[in-house]
């Protein structure tokens, strides 16, 4: 790379992180309520979920009371595959997703006739942000040569300009498949999964180059010192984290197969590199271990970000309940994009449904 494209590059990436940053400076914590207004609201929630015919369904790392109403209330708690299937499936009249933004956009392609709400429309993801569309586009224009392959944490117009969009959970057997019909890969938009899969996989993919701002933080370093603090500890980490965090992993994996293997190895200590709203699913289905959160970089910049998402944090009670009292904070998605995005996410679900979808490393 000449002097002159590297300072473009480094510009573009300084450019980014500003984005970032201005968006993490709006994501505010709601307050924690006390029990006893906690238990009330759920059940005025509860109430009008049932005359409203709605179904609440909340990623793994929103608060643990979404989940536990979820769960009870008839919905679902799952990674965003999942959700996704869940949320086309259900009879519901309205879907009220937790989560982020691309999560609720997804839901809402998927189940066109349903009400899509959320909590807050301002929840959203550092690898959204960093992959706008008409950079996104042009990238792809430049390399029409590649199939594109993007995550699911990307806007309704990045997904309706890829072939294939994917979850943590399938990426890997997608671009497997892939590879054997001789297809050379665009990946969008983290970094650190695309060189996971390329290096897993070894298929020729060009990546993007963006980075989840949670699992990002995650240090090889800060691992191996707990290790010597629990030496029979397990590793399991979310393959958005660095490759010297996976490299050292005993399992890579989505957060509904971090859990599958909490449950199935037989470790008592486990160390857990991802969003630590997964340990409320932990413990439960694993209540006899000790779940540790993996180190970050500790006092950097980015710390509001360390081992929780912001946004993922912006979800609460009394937003869901204002929203879906007053049915606001609909997801909208203008009707000839969500059919172009509908085409490869529905082409990820159909692959889903045909393939058996297990943990992928070294466990
Ligand atoms: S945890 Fe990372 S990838 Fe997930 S929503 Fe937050 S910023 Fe995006």
């Given at each position: 790379?000449?002097?002159?494209?590297?300072?473009?590059?480094?510009?573009?990436?300084?450019?980014?992180?500003?984005?970032?940053?201005?968006?993490?400076?709006?994501?505010?914590?709601?307050?924690?309520?006390?029990?006893?207004?906690?238990?009330?609201?759920?059940?005025?929630?509860?109430?009008?979920?049932?005359?409203?015919?709605?179904?609440?369904?909340?990623?793994?790392?929103?608060?643990?009371?979404?989940?536990?109403?979820?769960?009870?209330?008839?919905?679902?708690?799952?990674?965003?595959?999942e959700m996704a299937r869940f949320g086309r499936d259900c009879d519901a009249d309205i879907l009220m997703v937790a989560g982020v933004r691309f999560m609720g956009e997804s839901a809402k392609i998927l189940s066109p006739d349903k009400l899509v709400l959320m909590p807050t429309l301002e929840a959203t993801c550092s690898?959204?942000?960093?992959?706008?569309?008409?950079?996104?586009?042009?990238?792809?224009?430049?390399?029409?040569?590649?199939?594109?392959?993007?995550?699911?944490?990307?806007?309704?117009?990045?997904?309706?300009?890829?072939?294939?969009?994917?979850?943590?959970?399938?990426?890997?057997?997608?671009?497997?498949?892939?590879?054997?019909?001789g297809e050379k890969i665009l990946w969008a938009p983290d970094k650190h999964l695309g060189a996971y899969i390329r290096k897993t996989t070894g298929a020729d993919m060009l990546?993007?180059?963006?980075?989840?701002?949670?699992?990002?933080?995650?240090?090889?370093?800060?691992?191996?010192?707990?290790?010597?603090?629990?030496?029979?500890?397990?590793?399991?980490?979310?393959?958005?984290?660095?490759?010297?965090?996976?490299?050292?992993?005993?399992?890579?994996?989505?957060?509904?197969?971090?859990?599958?293997?909490?449950?199935?190895?037989?470790?008592?200590?486990?160390?857990?590199?991802?969003?630590?709203?997964?340990?409320?699913?932990?413990?439960?289905?694993?209540?006899?271990?000790?779940?540790?959160?993996?180190?970050?970089?500790?006092?950097?910049?980015?710390?509001?970000?360390?081992?929780?998402?912001?946004?993922?944090?912006?979800?609460?009670?009394?937003?869901?309940?204002?929203?879906?009292?007053?049915?606001?904070?609909?997801?909208?998605?203008?009707?000839?994009?969500?059919?172009?995005?509908?085409?490869?996410?529905?082409?990820?679900?159909?692959?889903?449904?045909?393939?058996?979808?297990?943990?992928?490393?070294?466990?």
């Amino acid at each position: 790379m000449g002097d002159s494209s590297l300072t473009e590059k480094m510009d573009s990436l300084a450019s980014d992180q500003e984005v970032v940053r201005r968006y993490l400076d709006r994501a505010e914590a709601p307050e924690q309520l006390p029990e006893a207004e906690r238990r009330q609201l759920e059940s005025q929630i509860r109430e009008l979920m049932r005359v409203k015919n709605a179904r609440l369904v909340a990623h793994y790392y929103t608060e643990s009371s979404l989940q536990d109403l979820a769960e009870d209330s008839g919905g679902f708690v799952g990674d965003s595959l999942e959700m996704a299937r869940f949320g086309r499936d259900c009879d519901a009249d309205i879907l009220m997703v937790a989560g982020v933004r691309f999560m609720g956009e997804s839901a809402k392609i998927l189940s066109p006739d349903k009400l899509v709400l959320m909590p807050t429309l301002e929840a959203t993801c550092s690898l959204d942000i960093a992959c706008p569309i008409e950079r996104f586009a042009s990238f792809c224009d430049e390399h029409g040569d590649r199939t594109v392959v993007v995550y699911a944490n990307t806007s309704a117009a990045v997904k309706a300009r890829s072939d294939w969009v994917v979850t943590s959970s399938i990426a890997l057997d997608v671009v497997e498949h892939l590879m054997e019909r001789g297809e050379k890969i665009l990946w969008a938009p983290d970094k650190h999964l695309g060189a996971y899969i390329r290096k897993t996989t070894g298929a020729d993919m060009l990546l993007w180059d963006a980075a989840c701002i949670v699992h990002e933080e995650f240090k090889a370093r800060g691992i191996e010192d707990m290790l010597s603090m629990y030496p029979a500890a397990a590793v399991l980490a979310h393959p958005e984290s660095p490759d010297a965090v996976l490299e050292i992993a005993d399992v890579v994996g989505s957060t509904t197969q971090i859990i599958n293997a909490a449950k199935q190895l037989p470790n008592q200590d486990i160390i857990v590199a991802t969003d630590q709203g997964i340990f409320h699913k932990l413990q439960q289905l694993s209540p006899g271990k000790r779940f540790i959160i993996a180190p970050t970089a500790g006092n950097d910049a980015t710390c509001k970000s360390c081992a929780h998402c912001p946004w993922m944090a912006m979800n609460s009670l009394q937003a869901l309940y204002a929203s879906l009292l007053n049915e606001t904070n609909e997801v909208e998605v203008e009707s000839e994009l969500a059919e172009q995005a509908m085409l490869p996410l529905k082409r990820m679900l159909e692959f889903a449904e045909k393939s058996k979808l297990g943990v992928k490393g070294k466990a």
